[in-house]
């Protein structure tokens, strides 16, 4: 079973970026999907970015699309998320989650088997 921890979080100032980390280990990497999710403060979780195994391709919710990035590096079982043009409605705790067994549904939550414990992001106005 893959593990994942997330890192890269912090506060910035809006139109500012930051670059967030998802560290696996403890499985065969380059055989997990992986998705980027996001939970603000009574929200539910909601679905941020995702690649596929090899990362060729990549999905986006419309809300990030053209200022989120998503990219993985399997020699270094490493998914990153460079996120620019903050809003403060991107204020939220993001998590990564990975799933060996991908069926399609990449927006979901319950697609993803295991998850990090997630890494704060703050957008001030």
């Known amino acids: 079973q893959v593990h994942v921890v997330e890192s890269g979080g912090g506060l910035v100032q809006a139109g500012g970026s930051l670059r967030l980390s998802c560290a696996a280990s403890?499985?065969?990497?380059?055989?997990?999907?992986i998705g980027w999710f996001r939970q603000a403060s009574g929200k539910e979780r909601e679905f941020v970015a995702a690649?596929?195994?090899?990362?060729?391709?990549?999905y986006y919710a419309d809300s990030v699309k053209g200022r989120f990035t998503v990219s993985r590096d399997n020699t270094k079982n490493t998914v990153t998320l460079q996120m620019n043009n903050l809003k403060p409605e991107d204020t939220a705790v993001y998590h990564c989650?990975?799933?060996?067994?991908?069926?399609?549904?990449?927006?979901?939550?319950?697609?993803?088997?295991?998850w990090g414990q997630g890494t704060q992001v703050t957008v001030s106005s």
């Open positions: 403890g499985g065969t990497f380059s055989r997990y999907f």
């Open positions: 690649t596929t195994r090899g990362g060729i391709s990549t």
């Open positions: 989650g990975a799933t060996e067994r991908y069926s399609g549904r990449y927006y979901s939550v319950g697609e993803y088997d295991a």
